[in-house]
């Protein structure tokens, strides 16, 4: 399985992005797809999650400004972040489980068996 993640880039704040990431190799449906963030020195944390049945999860950071979805025919995921502000400046990765379990806003990096090699998104202020 391969996730290929694109869309990443420099935005000045109140700007918006819309990330990708395409899933190859599974046909399947995911039963938890997720994005995360990272900035240097800090461990990943989980953004918005999408379970299999469109339940959707967002970190309270993010809420209202960001949303996840997914294209089943293109077995693509997406991020739409709007309204961007500098401190959203940060590596963002998706990742894919097959598993079951809990699928939230608080689900562990090491809990998603699949990862995007990332994307870096810079906002200005």
């Known amino acids: 399985v391969q996730l290929v993640e694109s869309g990443g880039g420099s935005v000045q704040a109140g700007g918006s992005l819309t990330l990708s990431c395409a899933v190859f190799?599974?046909?399947?449906?995911?039963?938890?797809m997720g994005w995360f963030l990272q900035v240097p020195g800090k461990e990943r944390e989980g953004v918005a999650t999408?379970?299999?049945?469109?339940?959707?999860r967002y970190a309270y950071s993010v809420k209202d400004r960001f949303t996840i979805s997914r294209d089943s025919a293109k077995n693509t995921l997406y991020l739409q972040m709007n309204s961007l502000k500098p401190e959203d400046t940060a590596m963002y990765y998706c990742?894919?489980?097959?598993?079951?379990?809990?699928?939230?806003?608080?689900?562990?990096?090491?809990?998603?068996?699949?990862w995007g090699q990332g994307t870096q998104v810079t906002v200005s202020s």
């Open positions: 990742a894919v489980d097959y598993g079951g379990g809990y699928c939230d806003e608080h689900k562990r990096a090491n809990e998603y068996k699949y």
């Open positions: 190799g599974y046909t399947y449906r995911a039963y938890c």
């Open positions: 999408l379970r299999d049945d469109g339940n959707t």
